[in-house]
Each structure stands twice: as structure tokens, then as C-alpha cells.
């Protein structure tokens, strides 16, 4: 184990339905991290949340909202999702991301997200 | 820009052959190195990393990468495959959006490698 959980690991929703993505890390680290991967495409970072800053992708669409309410815990809210959004849903985290750091990425094990 | 190139989408190895998974990347600055390992229904696990000195890191499981500044390469490579190494690699680099102080990696698409007995 790695020190950060995801619930549910398996999810089914249809375009209309309103989820949440719920991640929790253990390490005390201080930056958590959404990513997406599609099969056959890199990884892609959807947002980053630290304590000084959050970054979010541009091209992440408002369907996908992300929390934070403290360095523990992230969560992914989804509304009127698209088929094409079916993915693995990986959080991280990490300690301190800026600057010159260089602490490696943490994953949990992922949220299978089937959009009907 | 910052970007990873996993030019191979499949390595397949016998078992007890040593295995060499490619990473090529382009950074500005100095470059931070990782490899990361996925088995099938879990997240990435982190295998080793190069931030500066040595330029053969080694990692878990038996793995090591050799540093390459002059080719912008970072291999995987391990001695004596196992069939349990059958999994998915990703090569990654940090860097920098333009703007912003906080790092973030970017990863290769992949490459799967695949120990057979």
C-alpha cells in the first residue's frame, strides 16, 4: 500500500447522474494531484492543490470540479459526465511540489469511471 | 517545453534475459528523472528516481537507470527479468508550467513490458 486510498475503486453513473471521487492521503504530505488516464494516452494532470497554490488545467471541462477542504483529503465532483470520460481516475500526493523540490508522486489505486 | 518519449510500446523479454526499457527527454534546466511502475488494476508505483550525482540510480525490485546527459536518456534496465515484472512503465520528468512555481511531471504514454517463462 502506498499511503493514499480512493472510494469508490469502481464506479457506473449515467450522463445525468452527480458523483463524487473521494481520495485520502496518510503520508502528511502537502500536495495532491488528479490525474485521468485513458488507455493509449500519457497520463494527464487534471489539478494540483498545495497549500500556497492550486493549478488547474485548462482544458479540464467544468464538469469536473475538485475539493480540497485540507491537506488530507481530495475529491473529484463530477456532474453530466460523457462516455468519453470513462477513465481510471488516479489521485497522488506528494510532499512540498514547488520550487526546486523533487520528492516523488505517490498514487492510490484509482477509480474505474464507466460513463453510460 | 517539457516532454517524455517512450519510443517502444511493448518490450517483450524471456525470463532471466536482462530487459532495457527506453526514455528519451527534453527539459529545460536541470532535469529530475523518475520511472514509475503500474500493475494491471493499480495505481503508479514508484521505482527510483535521478535528481543529481551517480548516473546509475538504483531502485526497487532489482531495477536501475543510467543517466544519459549527452543522449537526454534515462533507460530502465534490470539484469535478470522476472515473469512478476510483467507490468506497465512510465517515465517521467518534472518541469514547470510557464508561469508557475509549482512542479509538476510529465509522464511518457507507457511501455508494456512483458516477461514470458
Known amino acids: 500500500e502506498t499511503g493514499v486510498t480512493q472510494t469508490p475503486r469502481h464506479l457506473v453513473m449515467g450522463m445525468t447522474n452527480k458523483k463524487s471521487l473521494k481520495c485520502e492521503q496518510h503520508l502528511g504530505h502537502n500536495a495532491m494531484y488528479w490525474y485521468k488516464q485513458s488507455a493509449k494516452k500519457p497520463l494527464e494532470l487534471m489539478f494540483v492543490y498545495s497549500l500556497e497554490e492550486r493549478v488547474e488545467n485548462n482544458s479540464v471541462p467544468s464538469r469536473f470540479s475538485p475539493e480540497c477542504p485540507n491537506s488530507s483529503h481530495l475529491f473529484l465532483h463530477l456532474h453530466t459526465l460523457q462516455p468519453e470520460d470513462s477513465a481510471l481516475y488516479l489521485c497522488?500526493?506528494?510532499?512540498?511540489?514547488?520550487?526546486?523540490?523533487?520528492?516523488?508522486?505517490?498514487f492510490g489505486p484509482g477509480t474505474r469511471l464507466t460513463v453510460l | 517545453a517539457q516532454s517524455v518519449a517512450q519510443p517502444e510500446d511493448q518490450v517483450n523479454v524471456a525470463e532471466g534475459n536482462p530487459l532495457t526499457v527506453k526514455c528519451t527527454y527534453s527539459?529545460?534546466?536541470?532535469?529530475?528523472l523518475f520511472w514509475y511502475v503500474q500493475y494491471p488494476n493499480r495505481g503508479l508505483q514508484f521505482l527510483l528516481k535521478?535528481?543529481?550525482?551517480?548516473?546509475l540510480v538504483k531502485g526497487s525490485y532489482g531495477f536501475e537507470a543510467e543517466f544519459n546527459k549527452s543522449q537526454t536518456s534515462f533507460h530502465l534496465k534490470k539484469p535478470s527479468a522476472l515473469v512478476s515484472d510483467s507490468a506497465l512503465y512510465f517515465c517521467a520528468v518534472r518541469g514547470f508550467d510557464r508561469g508557475s512555481t509549482l512542479g509538476r511531471l510529465y509522464f511518457g504514454r507507457g511501455t508494456q513490458l512483458t516477461v514470458w517463462p
Open positions: 527539459v529545460s534546466g536541470n532535469p529530475y
Open positions: 497522488a500526493s506528494s510532499q512540498d511540489p514547488s520550487g526546486g523540490s523533487y520528492n516523488e508522486q505517490f
Open positions: 535521478y535528481i543529481t550525482g551517480d548516473n
